[in-house]
Structures are given as structure tokens and as C-alpha cells.
């Protein structure tokens, strides 16, 4: 830098250039100076100057000269010149060359003209003064400097101490006491004691003591004193106030010292007009910030080890110890604390008005310490109470209330008071906030925040002109609820269980969303308590007092209890129910006292128990389901009821609880829904059981008073409120669609979402659960919400499905209301419109209002399905299933009836009471006359309106079924689009199902085949059953019961079948199809073959109910049970398929006892109702009384799943196939009358009916070609298979013998052949060569008897001749049960094409099915078969005698007979040989073969439209054969004498139908022995064989 100041050119040319150079820099230097102030470029340029002088590169008289030009460059140049001297000074004197320390000295000599003595005295050393002649001696000048410095700064002034002479003092305080109400100033007075001052020498410092001496007695003269201070500090120190106050506070630190309040409220006024400052002055007050600090960590360590020791198990012993140790530490805290000083300083402020030093004050200590302080906290509360003064006379005072006024402290540097919402901000919201739950010392204060909150939430919430006013709005919105958080909620658990300001404060929370109040209420429970020391005691406290309330809660105590309680719960809610809802999740009998001793909570207190109860249903913590996964936890079916319970009983909001369950739904999870069950259930009285009655349930059928009168388990009183509360919640907040949405969808989601890591057993219960609470939802919606609401919010039944992906039985259950008030509101229009009263105008306009409201919902619906649909059913057909009701289709008079006799009695005994006052019984009998009259006119409304749904029905019932494929595919699309989607909707829609299908049935709607419907119904249970959760199969099982109950009644009497059936085309049993012009009229199943089916629909139920029970699945059993209990009273009607339930039943109890106890509970429960049942069952010959051939439909129910094959088909083709086979024996026979022969022409009419009606007409014609073609050739193979078949079963009951055995072989052998079949084509392929093998077989032998039917005649005429007329009677009834049978089963074979022909079933096959079920508790009955068979040949003869013929010898008929018997005994000895080396070979894999059996007949049942399988046409019925024809054969050889045994049997069946069954009983014991000797005990070995494989 010295080169760039002083460059070493210029000191060369010095006194050319240099000078001139050097002067100038420093002027400009100098002119730079001006602005900077460290001068540090002109010290450097004058000091590298004096240094080229030193070194000798420069004269000093040539620097001098240049110095003498600079000098007056600046004032202070001298002084910078000093300075340059002095640091030089000091760097010579170090330096050794002593040349360099004389030219310095030179250069200072010449240059003392320029720098004054007295500044060079001041810099340079003494030393080099007095080398500078500047003064004499050093030393000297050292001691004098010292002398100086003494004096100045340590020797005192000798003021008037005031105890040397106090006259001054006198005078001084005489001047400051005097009256100062007069024109006297502080300046007059000021002037005074200045003259005091320094006439008497007082001490200034004492004056300003006294000054505040006579302050702190005179404290209301503040506008004296503060400028009298202010003034006489402008002659003092600014320090020296402080710390005289600081003197006086420390004096009172003594331990025993009390600080006056006088001197408080002086330094406050003082630190508020800032004549000192909070930071000097603070640091003079005790205790210390850090002691302070320690002694709150020790109050919140005493807090929780109160709560410790509340919450710990003491023994009795220690109690007392406990008690003693509690007593001395309450003595130590009664000794007087220590005084702190800061705390008394800030009650100061606080009472002056001075918030922004008060809050300094606070900020310095933990949170709330100062306010816990009661004195603070209501000098704080004072001054919110001037701030808000004149806001709250405007806005907060209520109607009629005066209230005392609060004065305005006289004040300017106070907070301003607020004028309006706004100006809360300001400073109140924030001294609120200081004061947190401290706020309780002042209730007064507390509820006028509370006031102001309620008057600002009446305008927040209408709605603000301006977008800045909106925003200024939000602000204050989210101060009011940060102020209710941190102080008004908190400061209520202080307070001393005050109900009023509990009211007070739900005034204004109540105008809070809920999700805010809930997040309040959350806050203050759970995070509130743990902050304040205070609130931790108190937490404590309740929680003990909660827990000695609820010790000693009972039914008996609850009022006193619930007093306890309310009081409890007006300070602290949260922590009461907390504790109150643990103990009812653990034991659920307190839900009733708990529910009755709430009564006497407030509005906040029940807001607070709604958020408590759904935190507790939150809680994380929990599992909602217990340990075996099965279940739901009992805590939360316990929450679940006291939820229910206590919604309904008080007015609690539901909004929280009612989207926390549709957040649970959106979230998958459906536990929850077990909540909404409950509060709807006890808000709305609605029920939903599966455990309903019958009568109940018809009940429930009627109008709204009938349900609620019998209807239900309890009876339903005041609803009215709580549902309407109910109704409101969801409205007012959207939540009523949307939750009956998200339910119906969520059902899936609990199998394929939820449900995927679940017991089987929890998934059920849980898709129950969710269903259910659907059901009963939707049914509050519809019967609680009103028209336009409904309207408003459900959406069309296309929307429902197809947007919201709705199931489609959920859409129309919540749509279905929604039509039905359609029609009516359109329906009451028309009926102004036109004025008309005949029932048939009102018919006609109900229709045309039908009409106009469902037209939509037709087009609507077509969207739902695939196009394919509609080609059978009509979208009309389906929209009115699915959108009537039970109410619409009867009127359950039984029930209206039944409780207008109950309250007939109620009434006699009103009067019959004496004790009952007189108006009470007014009263009650005014009150059960009303509900008579409300019942009669409802049930009269509903007869009218079922009357015109009727005629509705019947109008349209012509376009319902189109059934442009098959009849059979119509009643497939029916059962599963409309019947099994509702049928396990809910127990009403399973009754209405039943008794839609009857209706649809009597109707004689046009294409539905009730035959088909109801087979389809009891011959496919299996799958269903075992696809069922636990209440669906309760449902099925109601269905099912109301199915059967049709069937018994129109089984159990000729008059009723014939009047319900008869003519009906439901039970016609040809079904031609639309194409097929030939054959007769459609035949009508008879009373016996319905009675034969109905025998073969209990067969397969009780076949599939012992699958069911034998699986061992948990699902299968307890589903099947479940079913089998509803359809007791039906089901079983016979003995021994009773008798063979109970005996698996009685097994299942045995296995599952220790296993499984629910599945034994429900089967022990139904092994018991079974048993007395038993009285109520008929054996077997009983049932059929007057349709034995029935039972030969039996074993042919051994089909399990869906499309089996129907029963009317079997039978129909049961009796047509006896007389086919019997055709080639005829032949032989030409003799024979030509009754015969009309007989075979009729079964052969009548057979290629049922082909033609298998549903497809090119395999009909393909039939009937291939029966002319092979005419010819067929009889000749007929013969030759029947010589080679084995011989006939048992229960044949031909008189010839030999010809029983022959049929035996005949039958044995093909179903033998069958079963190889099967066994070695696993494949459809295989199976479908197989048929068409069988199918070739069987029109061959229908060709036969076709060809053969002129000879049979003549020989049936021949016969007929011979017998006596009563035979011919005889006859002729059978033959009418054939011929019915024959029509009836043809009817379904229409549709139902069997993929084996049933000529080929043996009948030993079907015997081995038979021991098979006996021997498994399957039913079986050997003599039933007989009586079945017996009279299949009975039937047969008569057929052969009922025409007239040409007579034959009776010798000849007898060769003929003894040639044929002689032939097949022969046969049948071969043929069983060959079997039994087939059967050892089939006995190592007959497993496998009987699954491959099961799989074909599913196959074959789906690709032929049948309900038949080759496996279960093996166990049809034994008519199915050629054995039965062969009867017919050998019946028609038969002697003289076996026709007269014949005649006897028959006259016996005529007598009576009891002696009928012996005899035939007997034929069959000696047939039975006849066929055991012939099959050589054969046929008994295969029987034990088959029953182990179906095992």
C-alpha cells in the first residue's frame, strides 16, 4: 500500500514533483476523509512519509515544510498527525539503530508548532517527552497523571445522606405529599426539589427513592408521578431507576419477606410508560427462570404419581401408611411458599392493562404456569372481560338479560376493547390462549366467549357478500375452534360439574360440522389431559369415581347411579364413557342399566358418547373377530347393542356413526354393518330374524299395522321419533342411497375381497350380517321415507345394475318401492280424473296405471341380460316378478283375524280389571277399538288391492312366457333370473316365490309347466344347499316348506287336485313343440301319478339331504339341517324315509358331539323335532294309497344336481315302456284278444310322443324314421336281447314264475352292460356313442310293438272275454293310472330328453340301489317296489282284458308259456356267470367308475336339456324295463288258474286297499324267494357290493 500511496519516484524528485504530488494526494485524501470517518489512506500517506524521514530518504525540514501545507486540510489533521507520532514512537523505541529513533525525534521537534503539547502529552510515551523538552522528568509526570486519575474517578462527593440533616428530606416529602387536586404540575414540583436539591446537598439518588416511597402510597395519582419521574430521570442515569427498584425488590427476598403490592403496581406503571426496560429490570426479581422451570416438572411428576397411585390395587394394610405419608406432604405444602416476585409483577401488568409486557413475562415460563396461579388467571380473565366489553353487549347478551357492565380501565396504553369479531384477534383470542384451562376460575367469562362464539357462528354461517369478508370469516371460524380446543373444553374438565355451562357451550359446538366437533372431542381426550398437570389429577380423579360408580351399578340402583354419573359427566365426558363403554365390552349385561342411567347426561355429554363410541369401534387395537376366526368379538356385538339401545333412547346425532359405517364399507370391511343392524333395528322397530314364525311371518304380508302388531317378537311402540331422527340424519347429509349401495355391493366384496384368508364359517356370517342389514335398511327407506324422497335419490333399475354395479335382487328390492308408489300416486290421478266408482273402472285404470309406470322399467330391464333371455321370457314377466310383493298377491285374513281376537280379549280384560282405574280404561279401550278399526280398514284395502294386481295378472299373463325354445329352457331362465336370486332374498320373498309359481300356476299361464317347475325345485337341492350361507339356507328352507305345503295339499285330496290341477296346462304331460303337428290332444297327469311323483320328489330330497349329511363338510351338513327343520311340517310325510333321516341325523350327533358342538346342537335339536314328528309319518303303502305305482318312481331320485331329470317324464315313460317290451311275446301270441293290441298301439302312440318332445324336433322325426325303417329288423334283435338278459327282480309280481325270472335276467343283463359302458368311456365323446347305441336300442324295440299292436289286440280281446266283469272294472281303473302316468311323465320328457333310454334299465340294478340307501340311511323299501310293480301288472292284464277278442285254447297259451319260461331260465343261468366275472373285474376301480358316472350325467343333463343321468336311470323306476312288458307277456299265457289267483288279488285290492297291500306283500315274499333261488344268491352279493362303492 506504500507504494500505491507514496511510490519511491516521488521522494527522489521531491522537490520537483514529488511535494506537489504529495500534497496533492493528500487533498484528495482529505476531501475522501470527509466521508470516512477511520481517516485510515491519509494516517497511511502522512505515516509513510515520517518513515522515508526516519530512514533518511527525506530531510525532516523538507517533511515539515510539506506538513505545514497539509496541516489545514482538515480540522483534525494535528490529531491524526499525533497518532502517526505515536505509533512510530512506539516502533522506534524498540529498533536498535539509534539513528532512526533521533531522526524521529528531530521530525517531532520540528513539527511542534503544527501539534499542540497537550495532544502530544496525551499520545506519546513520557519517556520521549521529556526527550522533547516537552516536560521535565518522567517520573514525575507519571505520578501526577496517577494523582488525577484518583481524584476524578474514586474519591466521593459528601452528599446530605438524609441522616445527617433531614430537613431537606422534610421538606422534599411535604412537597410530594401535598394535595394534588389544585393546578399543581409535575414541572413546579420538579423545579422545587432541584432547589431542595441544592439548598439542603441531598443525594439525588435518595430523592428519586423517596420520590417512589411517595409513588407506592399514592398509587391513583399515576398521571402526577410518571411524568414527575420522567422528567427528573433526564438529570440522572438511565440505569439508576432500575436499579433503586431492583434495591427495593431485594430487599423483600429475605425468606420471610413479602414484596408489598404497592411496589408492584409501581414498577408496572413504571415498565408500562417504558421508564425502564422489562430486561434490566427482570433480572432483579426471584426465582430464578430455572427454578421456576424445576418446579413444574415436579408438580407434573406429583400429577402422575396421583394417577398412579388411583389407578394401583392397595391393599388394606397399606392404606393407611398411604394416607399418614399423604397428610405430612400436605402439611410441607401448607407452609408459606416463597414469594415470587415475577408473578407479582405480572398480576401487576395484567391489572394495569399492560398485555404486551405481561405476555413477555409469560413467554419466559413453561406453558400455563403463571395462569395456574388464581390471582393471575383472574386478572387476565379481568381484562379479556374490558376487552370484549362492548362486542358482547352488541351480539353476545341473550334476550332479556341485563348483566352487570364491566367499566374501561383508565387506561391509554390498555388493549383497545373490541368492537367486533374481527377485532379479537387483536389481543383476545391470544390472552384466551395464555389462559388454556385456567379459564374455569371465571364461569362468568367462560360463557360469554361461549355466547360470542354462538352470535359469530350465526353469521359465519349466512353466507358473506364479499370474497375478503369470506376470508376474514374462515380465520376467525378456525380461532373460535383452536380457542374451544385449548380452552373452553379444557377448562370444563376443571370446573366443578356445572350442567349449565356444559348446556352453554353445546350451543355454540352444536353449530360445528361433526367432523370438527368429533376432532375436538378427540383432541380433548386424548392429547388435552396429558398437557396440563391439573388435568392429569383430574383425569385421574374421574377415572376413579367412574370406576366406584360402575362397581355398583345394577338394575335396582339406577337412578341414584345415574345421578352420580350425570354429575360425573357434565366436567369430564370422554374419560367417564371411555371406562363406562370397557366395561360394557367386557360384560354385556350392563347395556340395560347403563342405557337407563344415562338419562341425566347433557346435549354435549351425549355428542361425546357418539364420538366415543365409534373411536372405541375404531380402535386399531381390537380384532373384531375371536381367536377361532369363526365369529365376530362379543365386544363389538356388545358395542353393536348398546349402540342400538342408546341412539334409540336419547337425541343423539347419528350423522358420525352412520359415515363411519359407509367409510367401513368403502374401506371393504363389514364388520361394522353389525352397528347399523342394531340402530336400525331399535330406532325403526324393524326386525330381521331368521328364527320368524310362520304366523309372524304371514304377518308381515299385510299392511304396516299388522306388522307392527304381529309382525314382531317385541312389541313396537314409539318409533315414531327415533325414526324420524333417523330419517333425518340421512337425508340432511346423503348417506341413505349410498349406504344401501355400498351393502349391496359389499356382499360380493365379503367373498372375494374380504374373505379371502377367512373361515368359511365368519365369511357366511358376515355376508349375512351384510345382507340382512340391507334388507332391513332398504326396509326402513321404504317405509319411512316419503315418495318424492324415495323418487328423488333411488336411481332406474338400468342404472342401479349397470353404473353402479348393483346385484340385480338388491336393485329391484330398493326400486320396488319406488313402482309401488308410482302406481299408486298414478292410479289416485286417474281415479280424479274420471269420475266412475264400478269396480271394473277401477280395475281398468289400476291397469293403465301399471301400464304407464312400468313400461319404462320393461325397456329398462332388457339391458340386463343377454339377448337370448328375452327369447323365452318376456321382459313384462320378469319386471312383475320382481316387483310385486307378498302384499300384493294375498291378503293373510288368518292374521288380521288372529289380532283383532287378541285385542277383542285385551278389551274384556280392561273391563274384567277392577283394580285398573276408570280412566286408564278409558283410555286403553279407546286405544284398542282404534286398532281394531285400523286393522279392518287395512285389510280391507289390501283385499282391494289384491284383487286388481289378480286381474292385472291374469291380462297380462298371456304375453309372459314365450318359450320360443323349450319349455324346459323357459323354466331354467325362470328359476335361475327370478326364483333362486329371490327365493334367499329374505323370508317374505322365499314365501312369495312359492306362492308366485302356485299363482302363476292357476292363472293357467300359457308355456310354464308347474310340473317341470316344481321338479326342478325338489330334484336340484344339493348344489344349492351347499352353496348357502347359514341364513339363505333358512330362507330356501322357508321355500322350500311352502313348495311342499302346495304339493301336500293338493296330494292329500282327489277333490283338491282335480279342482287346482286337473285341468290345468301347468300338468299337461305331452309338450309338443311348436313345429311337431302330429299326435293327440296334451294328456293331464292323474291323481295317482302325482301322488307317485310326489313320492319320488320326497324320494330325492331325502336322498340328497343324506348326501348332504354324509359329506362331512360343515357347510353341506349344517345347511342341510337348517333346511330340513323349516320343511319339518312337510317333510318327512313317509315312515321309513324318516325313520332312514334319523338314523344319519343320530350319527351325525354321535361324530359331531365333540367336534363340532354347533352342528350337533342344531342336529340334536332337529333329531328331536323329527322324532315327535313320527306320529304325523304313514308307511310307505299309505302314501300311496291310492297311487301305488308311485313308488316305482322312487329310486329314480338318486339325481344330486341341477337339470335331474324330471319326474313327471319318468313316470310317463315308466308306464309306457312295460307294454314296448311286451310287444315281441305278443307276437308269438296271435290268439290273443285285441285288447292287447289297442293297449301296445296306444304305449306305442304315446312313446314317440316323449322323443318328439325332447326339445328338439329334428331328433323327434329322426326318431320316428329310424322306428318305420327298422321295423322288421328290430324284432327280430329284440328277441334275441330279451333270451339273452338276466333274470327279473324280485318285486315283478307276474303269476308265472319263470317269466319273473326271465324278466330279472333281461334287466340285470343291460344294466350291466350299461355300467361297462360307462366304466370304459370316461370321456363325452365315449358317452355320446353310448347314447346313440341306447337310443338305436330303443326305438327298435318301440318299432316292435308298434308293428306287433294288431296281433296283441286281438290276443288282449281274446283274454278280456274270459274274465268277469268286475275284473274288467278292476282293469280299466289301473289301466287309467297307467295311461295318466304315461301322460303325466311324457309331459316333462317334452323337455327333459334322457340320454339313456329308460327300456333299458334293469330292474336288479334298481334293487341294488335300493339296499344300497337301507344300508346307508338312504330310504328303501323292497315291498313298496313290489307294490309298485304288483300293480303294474295288475294294470297290464287289465289293459289286455278291457277289449273284447277272439277266444284261444287254453292248452295252447300254456305251452307257449312253459316253452318261453324254460328258455330265459336257461338264459338267465348263462348270462349270470358272465356277470359275475364282470363284476370281479369292476370291483377293483368301481370308485372312480361311480365319479365318471356322476360327471357323465352332469354333462349329459347339460348338452340334452334332461334332468335324467345314465348313472340314475339305472335306479328308475321299475317300469322302466322290458321286464315289465314280459309280464304283460306271461300274464297274457298265464292258466286258468293263475288268472283266477289274479281275480282274487284284484277283488282284494277292490274291498280294501289295506287287504289289496297284504296280498301283494305276499306274492312278492314268494316272487322273492323264486328270484334268490334262481340268481343262485347272486344278485344278493352284488347288492352288498354296489352299497360298499356307494359308501
Known sequence: MAAAVLPADWIKNWEKSGKNDFVQLCRSLSEKGQENVTFKDIQQALYELACHVIKGNLKQEQAAGVLTDIIDLREDMPSILADVFCVLDIETSCLEEKWKRDHFTQLVLSCLYLVSDTILKERLDPETLESLGLIKQSQQFNQKSVKIKTKLFYKQQKFNLLREENEGYAKLISELGQDLSGNITSDSILENIKSLIGCFNLDPNRVLDIIL??????????????????????????????????????????????????????????????????????????????????????ELIEAKQIVRKLTMVVLSSEKSEE??????????????????????????????????????????????????????????????????????????????????????????????????????????????????PHLSHDPILLAKI?????????????????????????????????????????????MDCNACMSEELWGMIRTFPYQYRYRLYGQWKNETYNNHPLLVKVKAQTFDRAKYIMKRLTKENVKPSGRQIGKLSHSNPAILFDYILSQIQKYDNLISPVVDSLKYLTSLNYDVLAYCIIEALANPEKEKIKHDDTTISTWLQSLASFCGAIFRKYPIELTGLLQYVANQLKAGKSFDLLILKEVVQKMAGIEITEEITMEQLEAMTGGEQLKAEGGYFGQIRNTKKSSQRLKDALLDHELALPLCLLMAQQRNGVVFQEGGEKHLKLVGKLYDQCHDTLVQFGGFLASNLSTEDYIKRVPSIDVLCNEYHTPHDAAFFLSRPMYAHHISSKYDELKKTEKGNKQQHKVHKYISSCEIVMAPVHEAVISLHPPKVWEDISPQFYATFWS???????????????????????????????????????????????????????????????????????????????????????????????????CVFSSIDAVYCARFVELVHLQKTPNFSTLLCYDRVFSDIIYTVASCTENEASRYGRFLCCM??????????????????GSYPGFITILRASNFDGGNKADQLDYENFRHVVHKWHYKLTKASVHCLETGEYTHIRNILIVLTKI??????????????????????????????????????????????????????????????????????????????SQSATVLMNAAKPEESGAEDIEKLKEKSQSVMKVITKAANTTPKVITNNGSSSSNSKVIKEKEDKDKVGKEKEKDKKEKTPAAPQETKAPNKDGKDKMKEDRANKDEKLREVKEKTPKSDKEKEKMKKEEKSLKEEKSKAATTSTESKLAAEKEREKEPSRERDLFKESKLKESSKGGDKTAVAGSLKSPVPRIETSEPEREQKRRKIDTHSSPSHSSAVKDNLNEFKDSSTKHYTNHTTPPTSKSKEREVEKKEVDKSRERSREREKKEEKERKERKRDHSNSDREVNLESKRRKEENGTSGSSKHSKSESPSDSPRSNEKDRNKSKSSNKEKAEIMKSDKMEKSSSSSKKESRHDKEKSEKKEKRDSAGGKEEKKHHKSSDKHR
Not at 421456576?292 to 415436579?298: D, G, T, W
Not at 373460535?480 to 380446543?485: A, E, G, V
Not at 274384567?912 to 286393522?935: F, G, I
Not at 311342499?1044 to 290341477?1061: I, M, N, P
Request: aromatic share 8%; with cysteine; glycine share 4%.
Open 213 to 298: 416511597e411517595i409513588f407506592q402510597c399514592r398509587l391513583d395519582h399515576d398521571d402526577f408521578f410518571v411524568p414527575l419521574i420522567d422528567s427528573y430521570m433526564g438529570m440522572c442515569e438511565p440505569q439508576t431507576l432500575c436499579h433503586i427498584l431492583g434495591f427495593k425488590f431485594k430487599f423483600y427476598q429475605e425468606p420471610n419477606g413479602e414484596t408489598p403490592i404497592s411496589l408492584y403496581r409501581v414498577a408496572a406503571v413504571l415498565l408500562q410508560h417504558n421508564l425502564i426496560d422489562l430486561e434490566d429490570l427482570y433480572v432483579h426479581l426471584l426465582p430464578l427462570d430455572n427454578s421456576i422451570l424445576e418446579e413444574h416438572k415436579k
Open 323 to 436: 394416607k399418614e405419608k399423604e397428610k405430612e406432604k400436605d402439611e410441607e405444602k401448607t407452609e408459606k411458599a416463597p414469594d415470587n416476585q415475577k408473578l407479582g409483577l405480572l398480576e401487576a401488568l395484567l391489572k394495569i392493562g399492560d398485555w404486551l409486557h405481561a405476555q413477555s413475562i409469560m413467554d419466559q415460563m413453561p406453558p400455563f404456569y403463571a395462569t395456574s396461579h388464581k390471582p393471575i388467571a383472574l386478572a387476565l380473565c379481568h381484562l379479556i372481560h374490558i376487552t370484549i366489553e362492548p362486542l358482547y353487549r352488541r351480539v353476545g347478551v341473550p334476550k332479556g338479560a341485563k348483566g352487570s357492565r364491566t367499566y374501561f380501565l383508565n387506561n391509554k396504553k390498555a388493549p383497545k376493547p373490541a368492537e367486533c369479531f374481527d377485532d379479537l384477534r387483536r389481543d383476545v383470542f391470544n390472552m384466551l390462549c395464555y389462559l388454556g
Open 450 to 494: 361461549v355466547r360470542l362464539g354462538k352470535a359469530f357462528m350465526k353469521e359465519f354461517q349466512t353466507d358473506p357478500s364479499k370474497v375478503d369478508d369470506k376470508e376474514k370469516m374462515e380465520i376467525l371460524f378456525s380461532c373460535f375452534l383452536s380457542i374451544t380446543d385449548q380452552v373452553l373444553l379444557p377448562s370444563l374438565s376443571v
Open 884 to 982: 310385486l310383493t307378498m302384499y300384493d298377491l294375498a291378503v293373510p285374513t288368518s292374521s288380521y283375524n288372529r289380532e283383532i281376537n287378541k285385542l277383542r280379549i285385551q278389551m274384556k280384560a280392561i273391563d274384567d280389571n277392577p283394580e285398573m282405574a276408570l280412566n286408564k280404561k278409558k283410555k286403553e279401550k279407546e286405544r284398542c277399538t282404534a286398532l281394531q278399526d285400523k286393522l279392518v280398514e287395512e285389510e280391507k284395502k289390501q283385499s282391494e288391492h289384491v284383487a286388481r294386481v289378480l286381474q292385472r295378472m291374469k291380462l297380462e299373463k298371456d304375453n309372459w312366457l314365450l318359450a320360443r325354445s323349450t319349455k324346459n329352457e323357459t323354466i331354467t331362465k325362470f328359476l335361475q333370473l327370478c326364483i333362486f336370486p329371490r
Open 1044 to 1061: 311342499l305345503e302346495t304339493v301336500t295339499k293338493w296330494h292329500s285330496d282327489r277333490g283338491v287336485y282335480d279342482k287346482d290341477c
Open 1128 to 1205: 319339518l311340517p312337510w317333510y318327512p310325510k313317509v315312515l321309513n324315509l324318516g325313520q332312514a333321516l334319523e338314523r344319519r341325523v343320530q350319527k351325525i350327533c354321535q361324530e359331531e358331539k365333540e367336534k363340532r358342538p354347533d352342528l350337533y346342537a342344531l342336529a340334536m335339536g332337529y333329531s328331536g323335532q323329527l322324532k315327535s314328528r313320527k306320529s304325523f309319518m304313514v308307511p310307505e303303502n299309505e302314501f300311496h294309497h291310492k297311487d301305488s305305482p308311485a313308488r316305482n318312481v322312487l329310486p329314480s331320485a338318486v339325481q344330486n344336481g341341477p337339470g335331474a331329470a
